[in-house]
């Protein structure tokens, strides 16, 4: 029986992981793979170094923690693009991991063909993205040109302490 893991991600704090985790252990279930670790974010995938889950997965797959990951959709993983999504499942075969989507049932198919669904996939992931942005730049300029003020208002403060982040220790 392979050693499962889910990765579960969300981009905001105003959504939830659960409609997630709920799907994949039911999944899981159903085929008889035992759930050994949960991996859950809450974090934008946007910039590098923020996907302190994942991480810590490749990690626990490096050290053969896991053979098996499941994900809701391959965007869960990376929305930059055919050659991330590639190099990402290249990285996990290396150490004997498979990665299985619940949206994309062709990653279970085994084959040269899989690698070329993976880079299709990739690519829609990163040209999603790219037209979300796009949608919300133009919100933003609409908003603008209206007259609108963006940004917070003169003289907040935080509620919350901000998490100091040195820039040269994370890029």
């Not at 797959?61 to 965007?75: E, G, M, N, S, Y």
């Not at 150490?95 to 996939?121: D, F, H, K, N």
């Not at 992931?125 to 209206?146: D, F, V």
Request: proline residues 2%; contains cysteine.
């Amino acid at each position: 029986m392979p050693k499962t893991a889910i990765y579960a991600r969300v981009s905001t704090d105003r959504q939830t992981e659960e409609n997630q985790l709920l799907a994949l252990t039911k999944w899981a279930n159903s085929r008889g793979w035992e759930i050994h670790e949960v991996y859950q974010e809450t974090d934008t995938a946007w910039k590098a170094g923020h996907q302190k889950e994942l991480a810590r997965l490749k990690t626990d797959i490096r050290r053969r923690k896991v053979d098996l990951v499941l994900v809701w959709a391959l965007d869960r993983m990376s929305r930059e693009g055919a050659l991330a999504t590639l190099s990402l499942v290249d990285q996990l075969k290396v150490y004997g991991c498979r990665l299985i989507s619940y949206q994309e049932p062709w990653t279970e198919a085994p084959g040269a063909a899989g690698e070329v669904m993976y880079a299709i996939a990739g690519w829609v992931s990163k040209m999603e993205s790219q037209r979300r942005s796009e949608r919300t730049k133009a919100g933003l300029a609409r908003l603008k040109a209206q007259g609108k003020t963006l940004g917070r208002p003169k003289g907040s403060v935080d509620r919350k302490r901000r998490k100091r982040r040195n820039y040269y220790v994370n890029h």
